[in-house]
């Protein structure tokens, strides 16, 4: 795709949205199921089924995906995309890219050992790797753009407003 292409996708998107706020807003979700044999989440990704437990450090066996694993890999594809949709845009000379993520947990947090340890990563580092020939000061504005429009990226950045519910179902008829 080339940068009319894109724009030829996302004028009337923007037209929309500028016309009518509402329409911009989409709620997004994601549905698990608790396992009854393990300690463990089954996520729905649309695709297949993710089995999520507990990581290794926290007494995991491995063979399962590790949710904070997840959110490094969510962050990975979301700045991997937007870089992409980014250069596109900008007409950037990108051969190729790579991009990884790296975050630090210290899990005597997680595991209620030490009550000063965060839970939660306690930094979160993102990388790019470029193939270009571009200058400096257009990297650098790929970066701060990729930056400010990846979603993933801003929310953590951001903190957003966060809550949680729980409710009682029913008892099943014995």
Not at 28 to 57: F, M, N, W
Not at 134 to 146: A, S, V
């Amino acid at each position: 795709m080339d940068a009319a292409e894109l724009k030829t996708l996302q004028t009337p998107l923007k037209e929309s949205y500028r016309e009518d706020p509402s329409r911009a807003l989409v709620t997004l979700r994601a549905k698990g199921t608790v396992d009854e044999q393990s300690i463990a989440c089954k996520v729905e990704t649309g695709r297949a089924l993710a089995v999520a437990g507990l990581h290794p450090a926290t007494g995991g066996s491995g063979l399962q995906l590790c949710s904070g694993d997840m959110l490094l890999e969510a962050l990975v594809a979301c700045a991997g995309v937007t870089l992409r949709a980014v250069a596109t845009a900008l007409e950037f000379r990108l051969a190729d890219a790579s991009v990884e993520a790296e975050g630090d947990l210290d899990f005597r947090g997680t595991l209620g050992v030490a009550k000063d340890a965060p839970v939660g990563f306690g930094a979160i580092r993102l990388k790019f790797d470029l193939d270009t020939d571009e200058p400096q000061e257009r990297i650098d504005t790929l970066l701060k753009l990729t930056e400010r429009y990846c979603v993933v990226f801003q929310t953590l950045n951001a903190r957003p407003e966060l809550s949680a519910t729980a409710t009682r179902r029913p008892a099943a008829a014995g």
